[in-house]
Nanobody, 126 residues
């Protein structure tokens, strides 16, 4: 069992930046791939990106590619989502998630995330 708690959300003006954090507890954080997702009102959940267990590889969805950076600090059991050049369309609840890689051949794009945080609200004003 892994417990995840997001923080760092809030209200920001368009063009601004935010860094979200995801604090993990329970199992060894470094054993899990970590992902970030978001869900805007009335829309389906959207993949933002993910990062490998060691932090050496990242994979980004189209929604924030080029404007976001995912990182992690396994010593602190914490993951991060740095978001820049924010737009009102980025307004959503942002979730972090963790999942195990079933085989060494499984790519980041194929990870199924089993554990989820409660989400943190990000609101971008125009």
């Amino acid at each position: 069992q892994v417990q995840l708690v997001e923080s760092g959300g809030g209200l920001v003006q368009a063009g601004g930046s935010l860094r979200l954090s995801c604090a993990a507890s329970g199992r060894t954080f470094g054993n899990y791939v970590m992902g970030w997702f978001r869900q805007a009102p009335g829309k389906e959940r959207e993949f933002v990106g993910s990062i490998s267990e060691s932090g050496g590889y990242t994979f980004y969805g189209e929604s924030m590619k080029g404007r976001s950076t995912i990182s992690r600090d396994n010593a602190k059991s914490t993951g991060y989502l740095q978001m820049n050049s924010l737009e009102p369309e980025d307004t959503a609840v942002y979730y972090c998630a963790a999942g195990l890689r079933p085989t060494v051949e499984t790519s980041l794009a194929q990870i199924r995330f089993r554990y989820w945080g409660q989400g943190t609200q990000v609101t971008v004003s125009s």
